[in-house]
């Protein structure tokens, strides 16, 4: 049959091949015969032609479009990393690579790239694109909105929200009286400006904030809840005050804005008191994933757009009416999970971006070209922090809020963010913000959005400090063994509490373990933090459950997953320290020991490597892939004892081998002491090097392990280790000095090795050079 099929395929390919053939040629006969007058030989250099034919391929205008927008993606996301990198949001990073690509850097050192990449011509195009993108992202955010929970905290949220509303906006208006003169353009009138500046310092960035809370573990604190209640409150109050300046500005005189507000108001009571109900219907119908079919995804987008299209017929922006549309969707979670997911990434990831380059096109920065002029920007920011951080932590402290919460809620309300970005261009396309004026209030809200983090940190830092006096003043004498878990996918999670208890035994663990899930994902919103929790510890719960053990869990979104763990468990005061290997996308490719070596020309890295430093050699120059980045940098960071776990289809710790080949092993012999003590283990010691009978402590240490558990430990001295011995171990205990030098020496038999727990312990002393080759040659299959 096989045979039949190689043979049709060949025969109808060679018989139409051969009619193409002939085809062409009867073609070229007929236009020889002049019967095709329309074709006009084309003349001159082949070359020539290709290279005018590239040319032209490459400006043209869809070619230009999908050009900018891999380069904006790109871009974006490198900046966004680099200052997720150094505890900023994500946001920042974006809208600093917009200012990078637009003139006040590209433009200005590189401006035939700049010509190029981002002709006048093309603008338009890429600004269309850009106000879909901020349309889903504002209806996104609406959907984010929790209406529900504003009214719960409405006392205390709504009056702090409120002043840090009003007191920045007096502000704004009072800094208007100032800049109106010389600043506002000549076809604007004083009330339009001033209303406008008073809205630009007012803006809290609501998303920003949320994801500020959530990476530092605030989401469900009494802190993280009022300040996301407030900034809540904030964003509808302030979007409606936007509204009615905008209708304002746009009538031209106060009368004529009324019949404008107007409107807006039966437009607004229309989608709440009539379109919502229904849609909770819908929601309560439609919950499933199966059921949001595309009949369903394609209403929501109706509503979406016929909300925008309302709102900027009526006068106060499109923008407006796709956040009140996100507001009015069903209030069932899992229908406005299911929309977000179908909306988010396409908004946030491709389309959001566009927009922050389009303001990076507006900011020209070498307007600003005189000390006066950076002197002015200084009041600005002044005048903003002044107006929201004090406003906010002023009314926090008068609602009875303690300073130290009080200055929090204020630097978090101080937070503008994509948010103030939005208000401002809005402003700079109705011709209220002359170019000098839309520059100095981008910087003004990089500059406070910048703030929050070591604002945060200074509060933190003084807390801490607070701390350590107490525990100086009162001495802890009761201190117990405490135990850290951290795992990425569930599954590894009840692994690890099954080693846990195996290593340190059921009662030792009760009341005394953590189990925590960090993971960086700046995406997630706060309604869905709970559903993550629910699944990262289904696992493990149940094997708490099934060992009585009582276990504390923690699940926190964060900037730097690796930088807050070891934080915690120095902050914490754990003992030890269990984490899973991970897997790594890259590692064991060439692209990621590309990506790995570059880590030599870190600033923390490049004096290592210049004075030839060999405790960073594992770290750039990898030699297996059964650990990644995270878990080597935690062994090398972390200031307790801690181990990686390596799961190979582990199930118990019955059978341990143990091989050793630095004396520095020695502290190994106290975690092998308490698998036998907890879990009867037997114990096979590989003493390669003889380091076993050249230390009077090992010989002390194993004698006394002999003594109190007879026939559970037995050294081998046999350099030849092949893969029937291997098999018969359930686990490998090793330290992080012996397993670099195992790892390095590429034995073969390391394809062949059971789970693996590698330890580091803090105790330990400085590890001795055992070449890597003698290792080698000894340990083969």
């Known amino acids: 049959m096989r045979k039949l099929s190689l043979l049709f395929y060949t025969l109808v390919v060679a018989f139409c091949g051969t009619a193409i053939y002939f085809i062409a040629q009867f073609g070229t006969k007929l236009q020889k015969a002049g019967l095709n007058h329309a074709h ?16 032209h391929s490459l400006t043209h205008p869809s070619a230009i479009l999908l050009l900018q927008i891999i380069t904006i993606v790109v871009v974006a996301r490198a900046f966004g990393f680099i200052f997720n990198k150094i505890g900023q949001p994500a946001v920042i990073g974006e809208i600093i690579a917009g ?44 959907m984010e909105l929790d209406v529900n929970h504003i009214r719960k905290q409405a006392k205390d949220a709504v009056v702090i929200s409120h002043a840090s509303i009003i007191i920045p906006y007096t502000l704004g208006m009072g800094l208007a009286c100032v800049l109106y003169t010389q600043f506002a353009p000549t076809s604007i009138s004083f009330l339009s400006f001033a209303l406008f500046l008073g809205i630009a310092m007012s803006i809290t960035a609501f998303p920003v904030l949320a994801r500020i809370i959530q990476e530092r573990g605030l989401t469900k604190t009494k802190l993280g809840t009022m300040a996301l209640t407030c900034a809540a409150a904030d964003d509808v109050t302030a979007w409606c005050i936007l509204a009615a300046v905008i209708a304002i500005v746009k009538a031209g005189t106060f009368v004529t804005a009324l019949y404008t507000i107007a409107l807006a108001i039966a437009y607004v009571l229309f989608m709440l008191m009539v379109l919502k109900p229904f849609l909770n219907r819908l929601g309560s119908i439609y919950a499933g994933r199966e059921m949001v079919s595309k009949a369903v995804m394609a209403f929501v987008f109706m509503i979406l757009l016929g909300s925008a299209y309302a709102t900027e017929v009526i006068g106060i922006h499109a923008l407006f009416g796709a956040f009140l549309a996100g507001v009015i969707m069903p209030d069932n979670f899992n229908f406005r999970k299911i929309v977000t997911d179908k909306v988010e990434d396409i908004s946030i990831v491709l389309l959001l ?10 900011t020209q920065i070498g307007l600003l070209n005189t000390a006066e002029l950076w002197l002015i920007c200084g009041g600005i920011t002044l005048v903003a922090v002044v107006g929201k951080f004090g406003g906010s932590a002023f009314a926090a402290r ?4 303690s300073w130290r919460d009080s200055l929090a809620i204020g630097a978090l309300m101080n937070t503008r963010g994509l948010m103030e970005l939005v208000v401002l261009n809005i402003g700079y396309d109705l011709g209220i913000l002359s170019p000098q004026v839309f520059a100095m209030m981008v910087l003004m809200a990089i500059i406070t959005t910048f703030m929050t983090g070591p604002a945060l940190d200074l509060l933190n830092r003084s807390d801490r400090r607070r701390a350590k006096t107490a525990s100086a003043v009162v001495p802890d004498n009761h201190h117990a063994f405490k135990i850290l878990l951290s795992f990425d996918a569930a599954e590894s999670g009840r692994k690890l509490l099954q080693l846990a208890a195996q290593l340190m ?34 696992h493990i719960r149940d094997e708490a459950k099934k060992m009585k053990v009582q276990l504390d869990t923690r699940y926190q979104p964060v900037i730097d997953v690796r930088r807050e763990i070891i934080k915690i468990a120095e902050d914490e005061h754990y003992d030890f320290m269990l984490v899973d290997a991970g897997k790594s996308l890259l590692k064991g490719t060439f692209l990621g020991n590309l990506f790995h070596a570059t880590k030599v020309l870190y600033p923390e890295n490049l004096l290592k490597t210049i004075t030839g430093d060999k405790k960073l050699m594992p770290q750039l120059l990898p030699t297996n892939d059964m650990i990644d980045q995270k878990a080597a940098m935690f062994i090398e960071e972390a200031k307790c004892s801690i181990g990686v776990f390596i799961d190979k289809d582990y199930h118990n710790s019955k059978d341990i081998f143990m091989p050793i080949f630095h004396p520095s092993d020695e502290s190994l012999l106290r975690y092998a002491r308490k698998f036998i003590q907890n879990n009867q283990s037997k114990l096979v010691v590989l003493d390669a090097l003889s380091n076993v009978h050249q230390n009077e402590r090992w010989d002390r240490e194993v004698a006394e392990i002999r003594n109190e558990y007879p026939a559970s430990i037995e050294l081998a001295t046999d350099r ?12 490998m205990l090793i330290s992080y000095d012996s397993w670099n030098t ?40």
């Open 398 to 401: 008068i609602m009875g809020q």
């Open 99 to 142: 200012i990078v690509l637009g003139p006040s850097v590209l433009g200005l050192f590189f401006p035939g790239i700049s010509g190029f990449l981002f002709p006048a011509a093309s603008l338009g195009n890429l600004n269309f694109l850009s106000q879909i993108g901020l349309m889903l992202f504002m209806f996104v955010i609406g």
């Open 720 to 731: 030849t280790i092949n893969k029937s011995l291997l098999s018969k171990f359930s686990l």
């Open 40 to 55: 006009k030989p084309v003349s001159g250099n082949s070359f020539g032609l290709f290279t005018d034919s590239l040319h």
């Open 353 to 362: 971006p566009l927009f922050f380059v389009l303001t990076g096109l507006r």
């Open 742 to 781: 195992l790892a390095a020496s590429k034995s073969v038999w390391l394809e062949h090795i059971p789970s693996v727990l590698i330890i580091k312990h803090v105790a330990a002393a400085e590890p001795v050079e055992v070449s890597v080759g003698a290792v080698g040659n000894m340990l083969t299959v």
């Open 505 to 538: 035994g059921k009662k030792q663990l009760n009341n005394q373990i953590t189990a925590i899930n960090l993971t960086y994902n700046p995406d997630i919103t706060t309604a869905q933090i709970d559903e993550f929790e629910k699944e990262s510890f289904s």
